[in-house]
């Protein structure tokens, strides 16, 4: 079992910036992966971005150069930067974690961005 705590989100105006943390525990030594996924209200959820045990990274193109997503290895920590927020950042953001295929979720953390 993996469990994953989110925190750090907020309201911020347009152009501001947010960074959102997410600590794992538990069963915490074969994590493969993390990231942080979106779902704004009325659609689907979406992957926002991804940083693998190694360090390797992949962002969906819509934060791609405004968003930076980093990990701490050793407290298995994962962060989000955001910067030059939009309207359009506004949802819940949930961290993932790939535990030897298997998903584990946070219960979201909400992000509101004012015009």
């Known amino acids: 079992q993996v469990q994953l705590v989110e925190s750090g989100g907020g309201l911020v105006q347009a152009g501001g910036s947010l960074r959102l943390s997410c600590v794992a525990s538990?069963?915490?030594?074969?994590?493969?992966?993390m990231g942080w996924y979106r779902q704004a209200p009325g659609k689907q959820r979406e992957l926002v971005a991804t940083?693998?045990?190694?360090?390797?990274?992949n962002y969906a193109d819509s934060v791609k150069g405004r968003f930076t997503i980093s990990r701490t290895n050793a407290v298995n920590t994962v962060y989000l930067q955001m910067n030059s927020l939009k309207s359009e950042d506004t949802a819940v953001y949930y961290c993932?974690?790939?535990?030897?295929?298997?998903?584990?979720w946070g219960k979201g953390t909400l992000v509101t961005v004012s015009s």
């Open positions: 538990g069963k915490i030594f074969n994590i493969r992966a």
């Open positions: 940083i693998t045990s190694g360090g390797s990274t």
């Open positions: 993932n974690a790939d535990y030897i295929g298997m998903d584990y």
